[in-house]
């Protein structure tokens, strides 16, 4: 899978997602040149069969610039897919290799790069892992332990009880008036436990960066893209009497399907589209369980992640002037994202995978490290930080359930460590991962929009990180798989948070308790 926040994702276990990445030469990303006033020289026609790149490229947001800089773009041998003029972005196709390096001069220009590595081809996330289906014996054994008044697979989800969410729906499951769109792998509406919630007229398919609602566009190319359904089932899985309950299942789930069908990677052009359409069609919140590919790290200076990080920063900040608290997954990979160098040896995804050493303070994750983004870790079924789960002392907002190999609980029917949601073609199954723990944030954040209906993003943020459950950073060294080495450290902050957990656990309970 591409980038699930499962190669930081969830977990059992699928990486997709886009890394953001070290500076790394490749074609499409020449060395930006020095800013100029007007567009250079037509470049030669380049072969008919030239392999074609995409590139963003950012403008300031003004008609009259933005139809400067199309005009050209067509000069410069590229081809307009799609202009989000509202925040300046424009997405391009071109097969001339010098065409970044030219556009970039361009008078009214700030940014611009290829957002691939690899050619075009004819069509990332955070969760640990494979998914493991629940077998129908399985789910027949949790059918007849079910509690009265439970959904006949809650007995197994120990993550709802471990944020109050059982208790937290008999007082409030959520507003309809509510939408948490799921930008991801696509999710299946017509899964009896996603059916009743789902709302067609928030839903798309942004593949290839350009807006397709046509019936259906949103669902997952195949059952094997299981990812986004999964997580949908986490957040409003609703309470029918069929399969498994989510954290808000009331609210409206919307799917806004970013995966290429192909290598379901998230490539930035199809995470601006999702953005700007949440924006622009009534979503409150977006579930973001992925890194943006191809790179894991995307650095400041390199002209290509940098035009990247301006395009996705530029819709995820108009998502939030029109509303939207936009959630998103730490990743998997074990990594302190507020040191001082991390190695980054997955990048860029889409080819040939380069080493580099980059600074977590100059080379972000996208989306999660964006300014206004709730960041969200993992944790298992003891509270601890779960083995896989990215973290970091100011950069950690709150952590959710993802689920851990290395924590069992001993009170559940199946007694499975990871998270039991739902899948495509009506099954449901398990995946681990901080692809998991995001939509958990997410739901909580739904029910306190239903509580605080005219908290605008900031306030639910503040909320969310108000009304979360302290965890203190482990007293022993955390070393989750007992070999004897410690596999990270928890530094305290300010505000009563840490590296490990922010402000702590997110609580379902209290988000419905209006105070």
């Given at each position: ?6 190669r ?11 890394a ?6 490749f074609v ?25 790149f ?18 050209a ?24 290799a ?7 001069k ?7 790069g ?9 069509a ?5 892992g494979k ?13 007849r ?10 007995a ?19 507003s309809k008036k ?14 009896p ?10 839903s ?8 397709d ?12 893209h ?6 949908a ?9 069929v ?14 399907k ?15 589209c ?7 069609h ?13 790179w ?11 035009a ?5 920063n ?13 959630v998103?997954?730490?990743g ?7 040191s ?12 040939t995978?380069?080493?580099?050493t980059i ?8 989306p999660?490290?964006l300014p ?13 930080k ?12 709150v952590?959710a ?15 499975n ?6 899948l ?15 939509p958990?944030?997410s ?20 909320l969310?990180?108000a009304?979360?459950d302290?965890?203190?950073c482990?007293?022993?060294?955390y070393?989750p ?25 997110v ?9």
């Open positions: 899978m591409a980038h699930l926040r499962s930081r994702r969830a977990a059992l276990i699928v990486p997709l997602g886009v953001l990445a070290a500076s790394v030469g499409p990303g020449a060395a930006s040149a020095a800013p100029g006033d007007a567009p250079s020289a037509v470049s030669a026609k380049p072969a008919e069969d030239a392999p074609v995409a590139y963003v490229v950012n403008t300031r947001a003004d008609r009259e610039t933005v139809a400067y800089v199309k005009r773009i067509s000069r410069a041998g590229g081809s307009v897919v799609v202009t989000h003029e509202k925040i300046g972005v424009i997405v391009v196709h071109s097969s001339d010098a065409f970044g390096e030219r556009i970039r361009v008078r009214g220009v700030r940014s611009a290829a957002t691939h590595t690899a050619p075009l081809r004819a990332g996330t955070t969760d640990d998914a493991q289906p629940l077998s129908k014996a399985d789910a027949k054994a949790l059918e332990r079910a509690a009265p008044g439970a959904e006949p697979m809650e197994d989800q120990w993550d709802l009880r471990a944020i109050g969410a059982d208790k937290a729906a008999k007082i409030n499951p959520g509510v939408t948490v769109a799921v930008i991801d792998t696509g999710v299946d509406d017509t899964h436990d996603l059916a009743p919630n789902f709302s067609a007229s928030q798309a398919s942004c593949v290839g960066g350009k807006a609602t046509s019936a259906g566009a949103w669902r997952p190319e195949n059952k094997d299981y990812h986004g359904t999964h997580v089932g986490e957040i409003g899985a609703a309470r029918n009497g399969g498994v309950a989510g954290v808000a299942p009331g609210v409206k789930i919307a799917g806004i970013v995966a290429d069908p192909v290598d379901e990677l998230f490539y930035p052009e199809n995470v601006v999702a953005f700007v359409f949440a924006a622009e009534g979503v409150e919140i977006t579930n973001n369980s992925y890194y943006v590919d191809p894991l790290y995307n650095c400041k200076d390199d002209p290509d992640q940098r990247i990080l301006d395009a996705v530029r819709a995820q900040l108009y998502a939030q002037r029109k509303g939207i608290l936009n998103a997954s730490a998997n990979s074990n990594h302190d994202l507020a001082d160098a991390i190695l980054d040896d997955s990048s860029p995804d889409d080819s995978p380069v080493p580099r600074d977590p303070s100059e080379c972000l994750d996208v999660t490290q206004g983004v709730v960041t969200t870790s993992a944790t298992g079924v003891r509270n601890l779960s083995s896989y789960s990215s973290y970091g002392k100011g950069v950690v907002d952590t359930p993802g689920g851990d190999k290395y924590q069992l609980p001993t009170d559940t029917p199946l007694k460590g990871n998270i039991l949601s739902t495509p073609g009506g099954g449901y199954g398990w995946l681990r991962g901080t692809s998991m723990a995001a958990h944030a739901g909580v954040a739904a029910l306190l929009k239903s509580t605080h209906p005219k908290a605008g993003p900031a306030e639910l943020r503040r969310l990180k009304q979360a302290r965890l203190e482990p007293a022993a060294p070393d798989d007992g070999d004897g080495d410690a596999d990270a450290v928890c530094e305290s902050g300010g505000r009563n948070e840490n590296g490990f957990y922010g402000a702590g656990l609580d379902a309970l209290d988000a419905v308790k209006k105070k």
